[in-house]
């Protein structure tokens, strides 16, 4: 009884937390959008539009639901549905931390350890094609049609240099479990060199990651990829006719992919919660100076306000910084907030990638796109793996 | 917990089957299929074959269905036009149906050897590593001639594909 009641807890934790993550990636893309553009993005709701979320959800939920009359309406409004389901359904076997005592209960910080964790994941993302396509078609309209099966076409396409991509990590830590391929990154070479597959041993898993983040670009349909819904060709793409919370849906949805192939990435490249050099070293306090750090420019800027209300709204944030900066030296939050600092640090440099990658490249055009795939992306990964299993072999004993 | 999840995902693998073939539309034909293995490969996962389980999901529903929805959307497939459907028809052929499935079950019934019951979790050899293992020593000669197979119906593809350009 207890293991399910546990279950039940983790799982909304975990829903709630990526969906609030999800509503918050849009507003740090907004942010730092404008400000590559010199622009100052959301400002108006909330200090810095951090209420911008809350005010997005509630204009959407608020809007009015049309339905196109034409559209196969089952599917219609099943598309939305899977989207979003299939987009929860794997973070179910992403582990974001070690093993941690919470009230003297053990538990992984992790919904559940499968041994086939890395597999489950392929498997639904590639599933979750039917999302995107059965959108475009059920819509009954001709740009959600074509924005459906360019995005079919260019997800199947991406998959398996995605796939062949996360086999040569697989390989070198020989297991297909999330957890144990993290705990088999956790050493360092010459005491502080991490063996995170980037680094490791055989062959430096660098190229495989490379490649990964350009199949996750193009599997998540984002900017240099996102042709299926190139709005200057097809208005919005696969989900031209969908409005309110329909909208709202597809648009969670391709935020929680991009969070939980971030995830993916860090885990299977770089060494998911481990540190990036030994605590011996020192890498404990890297959380605390970092948030002392930001205290110190806020209490800073507060003695020099630029406008009347800084004087009193940087310090308080000051404040707000340091203790949770002092928060990282308590000895029982320690083991469960200094791994979870190292893998969100690192999967949310991952999501700033993307958006810089947003920000900077233009589109590709569409068999350009198609070519770079086979042409390109598809020998690259074999050519990689091949290496990767032939070093492997030769060095195993 | 095992026999009702076994009971709930059997149920829902033979009703997405009966509706596959009822169906008119294509794409609604199409989806069942995919109810179909989505709930075999649950069906997988209960016996203990969780590595055929993701694969069943990744290469059917994930690759070989996908293509299927791909091409019935291109090509815009309409609901098929049913003609002729004679009263008689439906008065024989439901009862004939039943004799003949009755019929057939109780032909593999009486042809196959008694065999123990299956017991949920008992099997615990399905894993990667297992397979992979097995893959290679005891049954390599059939995994590489399925490869020698496959390669040949991928020259094959690609010869006919070349012909219309």
């Known amino acids: ?397 | 917990m095992d026999v009702i999840l076994f009971l709930a995902f059997a149920t829902v693998a033979v009703v997405a089957a009966i509706n596959l073939v009822v169906q008119t539309h294509p794409i609604s034909s199409a989806l069942s299929l995919i109810g179909v293995m989505g709930s075999l490969a649950v069906l997988y996962l209960l016996l203990g074959g969780e590595f055929l389980a993701a694969v069943q999901l990744i290469v059917y529903a994930g690759a070989i269905m996908v293509l299927f929805v791909f091409v019935i959307m291109l090509l815009n497939a309409g609901a098929e036009q049913r003609r002729g459907k004679s009263i008689l028809a439906t008065l024989l052929g439901v009862p004939l149906l039943a004799g003949f499935l009755a019929l057939v079950a109780w032909l593999i019934q009486s042809a196959l050897p008694a065999s123990a019951p299956v017991t949920f979790g008992a099997f615990t050899r399905g894993t990667p590593r297992d397979i992979g293992q097995l893959l290679f020593t005891q049954y390599l000669l059939p995994f590489e001639v399925t490869s020698v197979l496959i390669l040949i119906a991928i020259l094959g593809a690609v010869v006919l594909a070349r012909k219309e350009i």
Request: charged share 10%; with cysteine; aromatic share 14%.
């Open chain 1, 1 to 397: 009884m207890e293991f399910y009641i546990i279950t039940v807890i983790k799982a909304a934790l975990i829903a709630f937390t990526m969906l609030t993550a999800a509503a918050y990636m849009v507003w740090l893309e907004r942010k730092v959008l404008a400000h590559i553009q010199l622009r100052v993005g959301p400002t108006r709701v909330g200090p810095h539009g951090l209420l911008q979320p809350l005010a997005d959800a509630v204009k959407l939920l608020t809007k009015e639901d049309l339905n196109p009359p034409q559209a196969n309406t089952f599917y219609y409004l099943l598309a939305p549905f899977l989207a979003v389901m299939l987009a929860l359904v794997s973070i179910a076997v992403i582990p974001f931390g070690p093993e941690v005592d919470i009230f003297g209960y053990r538990t992984y910080l992790q919904l559940t350890d499968l041994s086939i964790g890395v597999l489950v994941v392929l498997a639904v993302s590639s599933l979750s094609v039917y999302g995107v396509s059965l959108a475009g078609w059920a819509s009954n309209s001709k740009y959600a049609l074509l924005g459906g099966l360019r995005s079919s076409a260019q997800m199947i396409s991406y998959e398996l240099p995605l796939a062949m991509a996360v086999a040569s990590p697989l390989l070198i830590h020989n297991s297909l479990s999330f957890r144990e391929i993290v705990n088999s990154q956790s050493g360092y070479y010459f005491g502080f060199i991490p063996q995170w597959s980037v680094f490791a041993a055989p062959f430096p898993q660098i190229f495989a990651f490379i490649l990964f983040l350009i199949a996750a670009f193009a599997e998540t349909n984002r900017v240099p990829f996102d042709l299926p819904e190139a709005e200057n060709e097809l208005v919005a793409g696969f989900h031209t006719e969908y409005s309110s919370m329909k909208f709202a849906a597809f648009f969670t949805a391709e935020y929680i992919n991009i969070l939980t192939i971030c995830c993916v990435a860090t885990l299977l490249f770089l060494g998911g919660w481990t540190p990036l050099w030994p605590s011996d070293l020192g890498s404990d306090f890297v959380p605390v100076l970092l948030h002392l750090g930001a205290a110190a420019i806020l209490f800073f800027h507060g003695s020099q306000p630029a406008r009347r209300t800084d004087k009193y709204t940087m310090p308080a944030a000051g404040v707000v910084f340091a203790v949770l900066g002092l928060t990282f030296l308590v000895p029982f939050l320690k083991p469960i907030l200094i791994p979870l600092f190292w893998f969100i640090g690192k999967t949310l440099t991952l999501a700033f990638i993307f958006i810089w990658v947003r920000g900077t490249l233009p589109r590709f055009r569409y068999d350009q796109l198609m070519r770079f795939a086979w042409t390109f992306m598809f020998p690259a990964a074999v050519l990689n793996l091949l290496v990767t299993s032939l070093l492997v072999a030769l060095t195993s004993k």
